[in-house]
């Protein structure tokens, strides 16, 4: 009876350890995966504030010329 006993422990420990494997094979892809997002949006962040920027300075060579435009018209224009 005894043989049964430990025969049956034994098999008990090696499901417990597959278990354990792959629950730590999944934890390690969910960190991999979570690695990869942060990285994804740390590059969105950096394309978006590239574009807000570029954005930004598009609309101020805009307004300068539109008060360029303005200063001919009402022969304000600095030109001597």
Do not use: P
Not at 22 to 27: K, L, M, R, V
Not at 41 to 58: D, H, I, P, V, Y
């Amino acid at each position: 009876m005894k043989i049964l006993y430990w025969g049956g422990q034994g098999k008990a420990e090696e499901w417990t350890e597959s278990a354990k494997s792959t629950a730590n094979a999944a934890h390690d892809k969910a960190c991999d995966m979570a690695g990869d997002s942060q990285g994804q949006a740390q590059r969105s962040k950096e394309e978006n504030a590239g574009f807000l920027q570029q954005t930004g300075e598009q609309m101020v060579n805009m307004a300068q010329g539109a008060i360029d435009g303005m200063k001919n018209t009402l022969g304000m224009n600095d030109k001597k």
